[in-house]
């Protein structure tokens, strides 16, 4: 028996984090260029404010949102434009996006920005929203999602029940941990912030059980500010407790709806190292030009948190790590269970990149060999949705979309809980991340199907009521003629 | 430097089919060996021949579906088979038997559904079923337990062979003076011939709970049942609601008329419920899936394993029960999907 | 024998409850109504029928054949074989070629000359516009079933992918 615990919905698993958290966070080593993929976060690519040979300072904005779910951009560094070309980028898989490229001249001049240092309290919730997205927020738990965008949708009457994000459940991945520790006071100073921009009546700040060290540090930094509008609570380390909606059943005991949002139960979700992001804007006026980025896995010499300017290669990262190992195998983005796989390091780090895993044989366990399922239905034990992932996995192939709709295809979260416990080593996470869109796309055109049946019987009947009065009213006019004067 | 890539999860627990049906079959270690202990050495030549029978149609199967032999000649599935069929049949029955059964058990059964997977029977339970409808005689010649003042034929390993390949016994003995009803059967039998229950429990075969010997086989299963539970191959679900519905039918009939009907304790230790609860019941292939589905299925099997034992004309009503719950497995799926997490309740 | 019947009896009973309770009152399902269900819902008359309803009642009578939806394109026409228990065939030619990604109409703003022209043609009233004003296409109510293409008298109206579905 492998060291598991199967519950009711999830996984204990090894976590992978002593290695990565024994040394403090250092500064990664700077570069001679940063790459700033212009749609590193969810929703539209910035706009490019910069041209190509254009100095910029840094912190200065070199691109603006476009309109719709969109963010700021910032130069982590001053030096100049060399290029606004497409470069391979880690979140598109190591294909090429528009991006901005500049060249570090080392002084780190700063740009003077009068309006960055707000005192949040002075202005208006509408106006911290509005200075947040100033700073180029997104959400740092890896989905990249503009702060001020789900700020603005989250709004409601009585002012949404925020939920700080610590719970860090994926394994080898430790930037939140090392940040609740060392940087305890941000996340309480950017969760007030946010408090205040929300009208929101109170904050629970959710750790895991495991990481003792970061509790201590944020319950210190929580009694410091003695906000009674701040509270934490501890949630069990089981995968995947920092899933959004698997945070929020475990914290509230409420369940998010399947076609809704969190703030549709007037809650809402954010990372604690985006409340510390928020933290650096308001407080010292540094927009979110870097963040703490885990580098560990038996691939490299030495694991560790480094605070990284967004756009440092992951190659000079690495390079800060030691090197690669001999026994170097998969370069992944996040954790080992949801992250991505890249084939090179050539590839810039971008906000939404929490982890870079440099795995070995040791760390990966190679898959065996594919066998038919059994139907032991360990995976359903396991799926935090509440899925039949043996049932799914019949119903793909080949693919009746109508059982799939009806056994929740869309409602997989991807987490790979059923993957891990699967004795027929079925890639079941694989398959579903496969077909979710397919059925999706069905489903749409289902429903655009019925839409313009719809629409055609709405216009047909409309033409034959216009006909009959049309018939009915020339009748009318008929009559008198025809009709015999007496 | 580039490096080759995979799609997430990028680890996972090592486990496998084999390691499973390994698992199944040590759990089934206590029951084979006090089975031997109580009937001699019978089981272990069918349960040889069986073996052999199952791996040689799964390879034969197999060669002839075009799909590769080693993965699923390791997988165990087919030995499991072969085991849980032999521990059905009588440990003197004729080569032939177990041999015929075994085949079809593996190439009709599971096979011709599309092999490991996807039978929606217990595979084991098409081959006794097959046997039983075919050879019903040959299936009643069961022993007589060993020890407990209940005279008993000692066959020597050589004889037991020879016996079971030749399908006669050595000239010293005659079947009338070998064989012996099982419980189950024996309480028929009697209660038909108008025998009161404690009449026909009076005879030497039944025991403290159940049939002599057969009380301590079952006990035996019992425990690697658990052991099952313990390492989590199996779940509650099924063994819970197909005991707990025996017990229920056969407390109502027994609080109705304990004259004719046997009391609960003896039905859970007499004949195949706990191995039919624990091994049969619970190969997750052809059961039902969703733990709701599971309570149904298992309940469902006990309560068709009571109304064939007490009312039917077949010695035992388990593996019936199981294969007429594995044709309603489809219809218990599509009811017993659970509530998806964010869909109203 | 009696305990047999018995049996059976409480058994169909059982059988007949769990039926009536699951489906409930039979709704009344026509054949045209199943057959316009696998329809693509066009409305582009490549069939030669006026829409996809009047398409779905000519096969229902025996009056069409399977193979007469280009939009639908072999996935439709498998569809509708199946329902109807014939050999799938191909898509015929003479209905029209079968479109290998969704398109919609867009009218090039600056040539409308606003004739409403195509606004009658369209069969699901998915062009808006008055008299001597711009029109333009509701992209997501559009069929693409370039209805709207040949009443246009200054040929200002254009096939363009669909676009993305966002979630």
Redesign the interface.
Same mark, same amino acid.
Request: net charge negative.
């Given at each position: 028996m492998t060291a598991r615990e199967l519950l009711a919905g999830g996984l204990r698993i090894e976590a992978h984090k002593q290695r990565s958290t024994k040394a403090p966070i250092r500064a990664a080593s700077l570069t001679e260029r940063y790459v700033i993929p212009l749609d590193q976060h969810s929703g539209l690519p910035a706009v490019p404010l910069v041209k190509p040979s254009d100095r910029v300072r840094m912190w200065q904005p070199i691109a603006q949102p476009a309109p719709g779910i969109s963010a700021w951009l910032h130069s982590p560094v001053s030096g100049e434009v060399i290029a606004i070309e497409p470069r391979p980028a880690p979140h598109r898989l190591g294909a090429p996006t528009l991006s901005i490229v500049i060249a570090n001249d080392g002084r780190d001049r700063r740009f003077e920005n009068a309006a960055a240092i707000v005192s949040f309290e002075q202005i208006s919730p509408n106006e911290a929203c509005e200075h947040i997205a100033r700073g180029g927020i997104v959400g740092l738990g890896g989905a990249a999602f503009p702060t001020a965008n789900k700020l603005e949708s989250s709004l409601c009457e009585n002012g949404p029940q925020l939920l700080l994000n610590g719970a860090e459940c994926e394994p080898y991945i430790s930037c939140d941990e090392v940040l609740m520790r060392e940087r305890a006071e941000d996340i309480v100073f950017g969760a007030r912030a946010l408090l205040h921009a929300l009208c929101s009546p109170n904050c629970t700040i959710a750790i895991e059980d495991d990481v003792p060290e970061a509790q201590a540090a944020l319950r210190q930094a929580v009694d410091k500010a003695a906000d009674p509008r701040i509270r934490i609570k501890v949630v069990p380390a089981i995968y995947p407790a920092g899933g959004e909606r698997q945070l929020i059943a475990t914290v509230f005991d409420a369940e998010v709806p399947h076609d809704g949002l969190p703030a549709d139960i007037g809650v809402v979700c954010q990372n604690v190292g985006t409340a510390a992001a928020i933290a650096r804007w308001i407080r010292d006026g540094q927009p979110l030009v870097s963040r703490i980025v885990t580098v560990t896995g038996d691939g490299v010499s030495e694991a560790g948190n480094w605070e990284t300017r967004i756009g440092t290669p992951f190659s000079s990262l690495i390079a800060d790590c030691g090197g690669y190992t001999e026994r170097m195998s998969r370069l992944i983005m996040g954790g080992s269970m949801m992250g991505t796989s890249l084939a090179h390091d050539d590839l810039p780090v971008v906000k939404a990149t929490n982890c870079i895993i440099a795995a070995s044989a040791l760390d990966l366990q190679p898959r065996g060999l594919e066998m038919p399922c059994i139907r032991c239905g360990n995976c359903s034990q396991v799926c935090p949705a509440f899925l039949l992932p043996q049932q799914l996995h019949w119903y793909l192939q080949p693919f009746d979309s109508d059982q799939l709709a009806r056994h929740g295809l869309l409602d997989c979260i991807e987490c790979g809980c059923c993957d891990y416990v699967c004795p027929s080593q079925i890639p079941l996470a694989e398959r579903f991340r496969e077909a979710k869109p397919l059925l999706a796309r069905e489903l749409d055109a289902h429903l655009s199907a019925d839409a313009a049946r719809a629409r055609f019987v709405a216009r047909n009947e409309r033409l034959a009521r216009l006909e009959a009065e049309h018939r009915a009213k020339l009748a009318q006019k008929r009559r008198p003629k025809n009709e015999p004067t007496s | 430097m580039t490096f080759p890539t995979a799609p997430a999860p990028h680890a996972v627990a090592h486990d496998s089919v084999g390691r499973v049906m390994r698992i199944v079959i040590y759990a089934l270690l206590p029951t084979v060996a006090l089975h031997v202990m109580f009937f001699g050495a019978g089981l272990l030549v069918q349960i040889v021949l069986g073996a052999a029978t199952a791996l040689i149609s799964e390879a034969l199967a197999l060669r002839l579906r075009h799909k590769p032999f080693e993965p699923f000649l390791k997988d165990g599935s087919a030995i499991v088979t072969a085991i849980l069929l032999a521990l059905c049949l009588p440990p003197l029955a004729p080569w032939w038997l177990v041999v015929s059964g075994t085949a079809f058990a593996i190439l009709l059964a599971k096979h011709l559904y599309g092999g490991l997977g996807a039978n929606p029977f217990n595979p084991a339970m098409v081959g006794y079923a097959v046997l039983l409808v075919s050879f019903p005689v040959q299936l009643l010649q069961w022993l007589p337990p060993a020890g407990m003042d209940i005279e008993q034929a000692k066959l020597s390993m050589g004889e037991t062979i020879q016996t079971i390949l030749t399908g006669s016994l050595p000239s010293r003995l005659t079947w009338d003076a070998v064989t012996s009803p099982t419980p189950l059967d024996a309480l028929r039998t009697n209660l038909k011939m108008g025998m009161t229950m404690a009449e026909a429990q009076a005879a030497p075969i039944f025991g403290a709970l159940g049939g002599r010997g057969w009380e301590w086989i079952n006990l035996a299963t019992l425990a690697g049942g658990l052991a099952l539970l313990q390492l989590r191959i199996i779940r509650w679900h099924i063994p819970v609601a197909m005991l707990g519905a025996i017990v229920v039918c056969a407390s109502l009939m027994y609080m109705i008329d304990p004259g004719t009907y046997a009391g609960p304790i003896f039905h859970l230790t007499s004949g195949a419920s706990l191995l039919g609860a624990f091994f049969i019941a619970t190969d997750p292939i052809s059961a039902a899936t969703s733990d709701r589905g599971r309570l149904i299925y298992g309940a469902g099997i006990g309560v068709l394993t009571y109304v064939i034992r007490t009312w039917g004309g077949y010695p035992d009503g388990v593996a019936f029960a199981v294969l007429l719950m594995n044709l309603s497995v489809p219809l218990i799926d599509r009811y017993t999907i659970p509530r998806i997490y964010g869909h109203a309740r | 024998m009696i #305990?047999a019947l018995v =049996?059976i009896i409480i058994l169909a009973a059982l059988a007949g409850v769990a039926t009536v309770a #699951?489906a409930g009152a039979p709704k009344e399902i026509s054949l045209a109504d199943r057959i &316009?269900a696998l329809? /693509? %819902? =066009? %409305?582009c008359r490549r069939c030669t029928f006026a829409?996809? @309803?009047p398409y779905a009642e000519a096969i229902a009578q025996g009056a069409a054949d399977i193979n007469q939806c280009p939009p639908g394109g072999e996935r439709t026409a498998k569809a509708l074989a199946r329902l109807m228990g014939v050999p799938p065939k191909p898509v015929g030619k003479e209905f029209g070629v079968v479109p290998d990604s969704p398109a919609v109409a867009f009218i090039e703003e600056d040539a409308c000359i606003g004739c409403t022209k195509c606004i009658q043609a369209c /069969? !699901? &009233? $998915?062009i808006v516009g008055a008299s001597r004003h711009m029109h333009t296409v509701i992209a $997501? &109510?559009c =069929?693409g079933c370039e209805l709207c293409i040949p009443p246009c008298p200054v040929d200002c109206i254009v096939m363009r992918p669909a676009p993305a !579905?966002v @979630?």
């Open positions: - | - | #305990t =049996t #699951t &316009d329809l /693509p %819902q =066009t %409305q829409g996809c @309803r /069969p !699901v &009233d $998915a $997501a &109510d =069929t !579905v @979630r």
